[in-house]
C-alpha cells in the first residue's frame, strides 16, 4: 500500500493550474497591446520611404524602357494645373481660373476651402497661396503676396499619382495621290498648302487629302495634338491650338495659339497649279502609353513641388534619352523631388529628396539635410546630400 502511494506522488502531472493559465493570459494580452500601440507608429514611419521607393521604382522602369526600346520614354507628374483669365494680387483677390479641376489623382485634386495654390507667373515669380473662401463653380478667392499679371498658371503644388509617358518622332507627313488611296502615304518632306491670319490667330491648311475618287482627309487628330509646335520655313515656331478635320475639299488644318500669328501669310495655290512647297514639321510633345495604369502614391504622402522643396518647382516631365541621360528638363543639372507626409509640416517624419541626375539619368533618394525640429535648413541647404558624385554617376 505505502509502495503505491510513493508512485502516485511521484506521477508527471498532465496539465497547467488555474493560475499559470492566467498568468500566461496576461502576458499575451499585454504583448498584444504592445503590437497594437506600436503598429501606427512603425507604419508612419515606413510610409515616407514606401512613397520614395515607389517614386524611384517608376523612374527606373521609364529609363529601362527607353533603353530597351531605343525611344524616349519618361514619367508625368499629374496634379490640376490651369491658368487665370485675370490679373490678381497683391492683396486678396478673386480669380477665375480656366478650370476648376481635376487631375487623375485619387480622389481627384479640385479647388476647394483651404487648398493650397502654387503661382507660377514665370521669371521665378512663384508664391503659394491658401484658398481663403468657400469657391463658385468656376472662381475662388485667396490672398496674394505678389501681382500677378493675366495668364499665370495656377498648380496644385501635391502630386499623388504619374503617368509613363513616350516621346514620339516629329510629324511631316506627304500624302502623294493614289487610286485607291493607301492608308499609310509617304514620309517625307511635307507641305503646306495655306496659312492665313486673321486678327491675331493663323490657320494652316496642309496637302494631306487623298484624291479618291471619292476624295478623303486624313485623320491628322490622330497624329498631332494641341500643345504641339509648328515649324514652319525651317525657323518659326508656333505652338498648336486646335486641331480641325474636315469633310472635303476641305483640307485638315491646325489653329495656331492666339497672339502667335504666322510671320506672313501663305496664299492657296491657283487653281490648276501645283501645291504650295512650303516645308513644315511638327514636334509632338510627349504621350502618355496606352493602357498603362496610373501609379498612385500611398495615402497622405505626395511630391511636394513647392519653391524651397523640389527642383524645379513645377510639374515638368522626366525624359530618359536611350543612352540613359535626362532629354529637356533637367539634362545639364538634376531634378528634385522633395516627397513627404502632406499631414504634417514639411519637415516632419523624415522627407525624402528623389533626385534624377540629368548626364547620366541615375536616380537616387537622400534625406533632407534638415533639422527635424524646426526644418531649418543645415549649412542653408537642404539639397547637400544630393550633391554626392557617387550617386550621380561622376
Not at 81 to 92: D, E, F, K, L, V
Not at 380 to 389: L, P
Amino acid at each position: 500500500m505505502n509502495q503505491h502511494r510513493r508512485k502516485a506522488a511521484v506521477s508527471p502531472r498532465t496539465g497547467f493550474t488555474l493560475i499559470e493559465m492566467l498568468v500566461v493570459i496576461g502576458i499575451v494580452i499585454v504583448l498584444a497591446t504592445l503590437a497594437v500601440l506600436a503598429a501606427p507608429r512603425f507604419s508612419e514611419s515606413q510610409k515616407i520611404s514606401l512613397a520614395a521607393s515607389q517614386v524611384q521604382g517608376v523612374l527606373a522602369i521609364a529609363k529601362q524602357r527607353a533603353y530597351r526600346d531605343k525611344l524616349v520614354y519618361g514619367v508625368r507628374p499629374l496634379t490640376l494645373q490651369t491658368t487665370s483669365a485675370a490679373a490678381a494680387g497683391p492683396g486678396p483677390a478673386t480669380v477665375f481660373p480656366g478650370s476648376m479641376g481635376s487631375s487623375n489623382n485619387d480622389p481627384p485634386d479640385d479647388i476647394h476651402l483651404g487648398s493650397t495654390l502654387l503661382i507660377d507667373a514665370g521669371t521665378g515669380s512663384q508664391e503659394l497661396v491658401v484658398v481663403t473662401g468657400t469657391p463658385s463653380p468656376n472662381s475662388f478667392t485667396a490672398n496674394f503676396m505678389k501681382a500677378h499679371a493675366k495668364g499665370f498658371t495656377i498648380i496644385d503644388p501635391f502630386v499623388r499619382a504619374f503617368a509613363y509617358i513616350v516621346q514620339p518622332d516629329d510629324f511631316s507627313l506627304s500624302i502623294l495621290p493614289t487610286n485607291p488611296p493607301t492608308p499609310t502615304g509617304t514620309i517625307g518632306p511635307g507641305t503646306i498648302n495655306a496659312g492665313i491670319t486673321v486678327g491675331t490667330t493663323s490657320v494652316v491648311q496642309f496637302n494631306l487629302q487623298y484624291p479618291g475618287p471619292p476624295a478623303t482627309n486624313f485623320d491628322l487628330s490622330t497624329e498631332v495634338l494641341p500643345g504641339d509646335l509648328l515649324v514652319v520655313r525651317g525657323t518659326e515656331v508656333h505652338e498648336i491650338f486646335s486641331v480641325t478635320v474636315p469633310a472635303p475639299p476641305a483640307l485638315p488644318s491646325v489653329t495656331l495659339l492666339p497672339g502667335s500669328p504666322l510671320a506672313s501669310d501663305i496664299p492657296p495655290a491657283p487653281p490648276g497649279s501645283p501645291p504650295n512647297v512650303v516645308p513644315y514639321r511638327i514636334i509632338r510633345r510627349p504621350r502618355t502609353l496606352t493602357g498603362e495604369p496610373i501609379v498612385k502614391l500611398p495615402a497622405d504622402t505626395a511630391v511636394d513641388l513647392s519653391p524651397l522643396r523640389s527642383q524645379p518647382s513645377a510639374p515638368v516631365d522626366v525624359l530618359f534619352a536611350p543612352w540613359g541621360g535626362l532629354v529637356g528638363a533637367g539634362n545639364q543639372g538634376k531634378i528634385i523631388w522633395w516627397v513627404r507626409d502632406i499631414e504634417k509640416q514639411f519637415f516632419e517624419g523624415g522627407p525624402t529628396l528623389v533626385t534624377v541626375y540629368g548626364r547620366t539619368g541615375a536616380v537616387a533618394a537622400h534625406l533632407a539635410n534638415l533639422d527635424p525640429a524646426t526644418g531649418a535648413a543645415y549649412n542653408n541647404n537642404y539639397y547637400q546630400f544630393t550633391q554626392d558624385g557617387r550617386n550621380s554617376g561622376m
